[in-house]
């Protein structure tokens, strides 16, 4: 009797792993810029007097336009190239970025915002997608997924970093402007080094299905966000009762469409439903605390946007040493039980920085940030392939797409309920003599030169809550995953 092998997946070689690191520059484009604003505001505050609310939605426009259309630019992917939408995405971001670095005023750098989350939505798919077609084997394909998700994850913490850097020699439009040749940079090594890749049988494009999910996404994202900043009134809920019937029809339509812009049936698997939703869980804690950790150590502790982001380097470094370990751990644990533990370490770590927050001591808040990047640096790179081997590599830019579109609703959300609960509780906490200055925000406090000794308590007390909030968040997340997730100790993909 012959018996015949299994062909042995083709490994990656210098080229592939040149593409990577293209791919990866993308990537921590687009995380940096995700966060990078959060140190330029109080800059912001004092040059555009933007409002607590013009703020959010600086902050919060970004996130709202990527994760509206990620699933129509993943399936579009996967249709038109993968390469050409990231170099096309790759030059429209650099575009938006001239814009938001002159905006003159907090509606046009909104606009600006919004146009990076367009351009934004063309590249976080086909980044993924490109690594799964350039990386056959399934070790290698785990540890290129691994060092993309540090990338995300050290991306999203260099952002206070950078922008630290940036604003103690030039304006707050500079961390924009940043962002101009590094685009330059990857349009002109990705046209060498990327291969292109498609669906060979991709069918119509669904655009009324398109419409539907960006009206689902956004409506629902906006309500609730609303909802939480001002109470329920009847604008956040038609709002949301409008985006939830584009949900229904979403899924209706994508559950009969022969060529279906995601396939909504694998959300019947309760370990890929679970790893997505973890995946939106710990970007919402992680998000949270990015945004308003570097106004934190400025306007309360008084630090120089150097030295702010210089303190949160921790997360950064602890969130990339962990791709070291993260293949070992598997093998010996699996999947499930690794997702977990790193979910329950992070959750240590955000009940650590509630404490912290408080403490005189630097090395306390420190400890707690190394507790959290190891913790959502597992979480991340092992949900993300978790989401992606689950699927044919033909569908690869709409599993992208439910995979970003999960973190960048995470984001958006983390940005917006949590900021919104942070607003709210600091002015709660403000005493009853409080001026308008100290009511609007923190940081126009610090621009009006009113007293901060009530404003800066009122924000640490705030902060403190909004912490433990995300420790609950990634508590629960855990919970899901002990549940849902198997102990799978192998990398390979699911079989077809």
Not at 411 to 419: E, H, N, R, S, T
Not at 426 to 434: C, E, H, Q, V
Not at 441 to 454: E, F, K, N, V
Request: charged share 10%; net charge positive; proline share 6%.
């Amino acid at each position: 009797m012959t018996i015949v092998s299994a062909p042995t997946p083709r490994l990656a070689g210098r080229r592939e792993w040149a593409a990577l690191a293209v791919v990866t520059l993308a990537v921590v484009v687009l995380t940096i810029d995700a966060t990078v604003l959060s140190l330029a505001v109080p800059a912001l505050t004092a040059d555009l007097s933007p409002s607590a609310t013009a703020m959010l939605w600086i902050g919060d426009a970004y996130s709202f336009a990527l994760a509206g259309l990620l699933v129509t630019m993943g399936t579009l992917a996967d249709r038109i190239g993968r390469k050409r939408l990231l170099l096309i995405g790759a030059t429209g971001f650099a575009l938006a970025s001239l814009l938001a670095a002159f905006a003159p005023s907090a509606g046009w750098l909104i606009a600006a915002r919004a146009l990076l989350g367009v351009a934004g939505a063309t590249l976080m798919p086909s980044t993924l997608s490109i690594i799964r077609s350039l990386f056959v084997d399934a070790r290698q394909r785990t540890t290129a997924i691994a060092v993309w998700s540090a990338a995300a994850g050290g991306g999203a913490a260099l952002g206070p970093l950078v922008g630290g850097v940036l604003l103690d020699h030039f304006w707050w439009g500079s961390v924009f402007l940043l962002n101009v040749p590094v685009m330059a940079a990857l349009v002109g090594f990705g046209a060498v080094l990327l291969p292109e890749s498609r669906d060979p049988r991709p069918g119509p494009f669904d655009l009324p299905g398109a419409a539907l999910s960006m009206l689902a996404i956004v409506g629902l994202v906006y309500a609730l966000k609303e909802t939480v900043a001002s109470g329920p009134h009847p604008g956040p809920l038609l709002t949301g009762v409008g985006g939830a019937l584009a949900a229904a029809g979403f899924v209706r339509r994508q559950w009969r469409a022969a060529s279906p812009l995601i396939d909504v049936r694998l959300f019947a698997r309760p370990a890929f439903t679970g790893a997505v939703g973890i995946y939106l869980l710990a970007a919402f804690a992680l998000s949270g605390l990015l945004f308003f950790l570097s106004q934190y150590l400025q306007l309360v502790h008084g630090d120089s946007p150097p030295v702010a982001g210089a303190r949160e380097l921790p997360l950064t470094v602890a969130s990339i040493l962990v791709v070291a370990v993260t293949g070992r751990l598997v093998d010996r644990l699996g999947r499930g039980p690794v997702i977990c533990g790193g979910l329950v370490l992070s959750a240590l770590g955000f009940a650590g920085l509630a404490a912290a927050e408080s403490a005189r001591q630097y090395r306390w808040l420190a400890l707690a940030l190394v507790l959290v990047g190891l913790g959502i640096g597992l979480a991340f790179t092992l949900t993300v392939d978790a989401v992606l081997t689950s699927v044919p590599p033909e569908r690869s830019g709409s599993a992208s797409a439910v995979s970003e579109t999960a973190y960048e609703l995470g984001v958006a959300l983390g940005i917006g309920v949590l900021g919104s609960v942070l607003t709210a509780l600091y002015r709660r906490a403000l005493p009853g003599n409080a001026g308008p200055a100290a009511r609007e925000s923190l940081a126009t406090a610090t621009a009006a030169g009113a007293p901060l000794d009530a404003p800066r308590a009122a924000f640490v007390e705030a902060m403190q809550a909004v912490s433990l909030i995300a420790a609950a968040v990634l508590t629960l997340a855990a919970v899901i995953a002990w549940r849902v997730l198997p102990p799978d100790r192998t990398t390979t993909p699911a079989a077809h």
